[in-house]
């Protein structure tokens, strides 16, 4: 199900997500001072931002990878 998602639906995702904590945040009747206001913009634009800046990055070595790379022998060395 997780390769069938695509960047921008799961950056919609979260955006409805914290559209719906903003919108029960205001239903409950808190007092949404400046520092609310930072904290749930803050809570809204971070991962998203990582979510947009890792997506497609250079997949990390595997441990398996490492070994195989340490124990193949050099085509140049005779």
């Given at each position: 199900m997780l390769k069938e998602l695509s960047r921008t639906r799961l950056v919609g995702f979260w955006f409805a997500a914290v559209a719906v904590i903003i919108a029960s945040v205001v239903a409950m009747g808190v007092n949404v001072a400046v520092s609310t206001t930072a904290l749930l913009l803050t809570l809204s634009l971070v991962p998203a931002a990582i979510i947009l800046l890792l997506w497609h990055g250079a997949a990390p070595l595997t441990a398996r990878d490492i070994m195989y790379s340490a124990n193949?022998?050099?085509?140049d060395r005779s």
């Open positions: 193949t022998p050099k085509k």
